[in-house]
C-alpha cells in the first residue's frame, strides 16, 4: 500500500463515528492491497460479484469477506459459506436458495435485506411497502438470520439529496424492529457510499461501503 493511500485511510476513517463499520468495496482491487487492510484500520471487505470473491477469498487474519453486489441464485453455492454477511437479499426466491445451499453446508448465513427506498427502475431491492411481508417470510428459513437493511441510494451531485432516503430507511427499520418478529434483528443499516456516507451516517447507517474514497479512483483492466 504506498503512502497516498495510506494517508486517505487514514483521513477517511478520523470522519468516521464509532459504532459505524467501514466495509472496503473492493472491486477492481487487488488482493494484495485488500490484504493490508486490517493494519490500516478497516476489517471488512465487500466484493459485488461472486467470481471476483472467489478469486481473492483467502483467510487474511483480521477480515471479514461480505458480499455487496446482486446475488444470482446460481451463484449462492459458492459464497455461502464465505461471505460473512449477504447485503442484497431482496426475493423469497433468492432466500430460499440461501436456505437451501446453507442447508447443504450446515452453516447459517447472516443477510440484510435490500430496499430500493428511491423506487427507481434501475436498481435491484423490494419496495418499502412490502419489505415487512417480505421479512416475515424469510425470518421462517432456519439457516439465515436476518440482521438489518440495506439500500443503494440513487448517485446525485448532492449528498444532500439522499437525505430523505436515508431518514426513510432508518425509519423503516425501527418499525420493524418494534414488530419483535422472531429471528429478525435490526442491528445493522447499511446505507451510503463514497459520495454520500456522512449524510447517511447523520441519519443513523450502521455500516458503510466505501471504495474510492479509501482507495482513490478505480484502475480498470482493458
Known amino acids: 500500500m ?49 467470481q471476483e470473491l472467489l478469486s481473492k477469498y483467502q483467510p487474511v487474519e483480521g477480515l471479514e469477506w461480505q458480499f455487496i453486489g446482486q446475488l444470482q441464485t446460481n451463484k449462492v453455492k459458492y459464497i455461502v459459506d464465505k461471505a460473512c454477511l449477504i447485503h442484497s437479499v431482496d426475493s423469497v426466491h433468492l432466500a ?3 436456505e437451501k445451499q446453507a442447508a447443504k453446508q450446515n452453516v447459517t448465513v447472516s443477510i440484510l435485506v435490500e430496499v430500493n427506498i428511491a423506487e427507481e427502475e434501475s436498481k435491484f ?8 411481508s417480505l421479512i416475515r417470510q424469510i425470518a ?19 449528498p444532500e439529496d439522499n437525505r430523505t432516503y436515508f431518514r426513510q430507511i432508518r425509519q423503516l427499520s425501527v ?5 419483535n418478529i422472531d429471528n ?38 482493458k
Open 140 to 158: 421462517a428459513l432456519p439457516h439465515i438470520q436476518i440482521l438489518g437493511l440495506m439500500t443503494i441510494a440513487p448517485f446525485v451531485e448532492n
Open 2 to 50: 504506498d503512502g497516498q493511500t495510506e494517508r486517505r485511510i487514514k483521513d477517511f476513517l478520523e470522519k468516521i463515528p464509532s459504532g459505524v463499520k467501514v466495509v472496503a468495496a473492493t472491486k477492481c482491487r487487488s488482493i494484495e492491497l485488500v490484504s493490508e487492510c486490517p493494519a490500516h484500520g478497516i476489517f471488512a471487505a465487500g466484493e459485488n460479484r461472486v
Open 96 to 98: 430460499k436458495e440461501i
Open 184 to 221: 429478525v434483528r435490526m442491528d445493522i443499516l447499511s446505507m451510503g457510499m463514497t459520495g454520500d456516507y456522512m449524510v447517511a451516517i447523520e441519519e443513523g447507517a450502521t455500516m458503510v461501503r466505501v471504495g474510492t474514497g479509501i482507495f482513490g479512483e478505480r484502475h480498470y483492466q
Open 175 to 179: 418499525d420493524i424492529d418494534a414488530q
Open 125 to 132: 431491492g423490494i419496495h418499502k411497502e412490502e419489505t415487512i
